[in-house]
Nanobody
Framework: VQLQASGGGLVQTGGSLRLSCTASRRTSSSWTIGWFRQAPGKERDFVAAITWSGGSTTYADSVKGRFTISRGNAKNTVYLQMNSLKPEDTAVYYC????????????????WGQGTLVTVSS
């Protein structure tokens, strides 16, 4: 499956953006879609994930209460609504997919999108 992330851009502190992750085909109900981010010079970190089967979600502590991951009605789109953005949220955001339950590990995701840049100005 191929993934395409979009929706990044430049926003001021406190602003909002919505990222989209579109898969080339419908994913199975047993799959998990995750969002990760990588700031310059840093490792790629987990942000949020959602399962298709029941819509269960999990978040990194750093974004909990500010970001919301959700799925579209068709089983090929996942969104990441980002509110109250901070300069430290600046990064390239990637979506990824894996067959199975939640994982926060980069190495356990099999499919990756190309990334979309989010820049939060202070």
């Amino acid at each position: 499956v191929q993934l395409q992330a979009s929706g990044g851009g430049l926003v001021q502190t406190g602003g909002s953006l919505r990222l989209s992750c579109t898969a080339s085909r419908r994913t199975s109900s047993s799959w998990t879609i995750g969002w990760f981010r990588q700031a310059p010079g840093k490792e790629r970190d987990f942000v949020a994930a959602i399962t298709w089967s029941g819509g269960s979600t999990t978040y990194a502590d750093s974004v909990k209460g500010r970001f919301t991951i959700s799925r579209g009605n068709a089983k090929n789109t996942v969104y990441l609504q980002m509110n109250s953005l901070k300069p430290e949220d600046t990064a390239v955001y990637y979506c990824a997919a894996r067959s199975g339950w939640f994982s926060r590990s980069v190495t356990e995701y099999d499919y990756w999108g190309q990334g979309t840049l989010v820049t939060v100005s202070s």
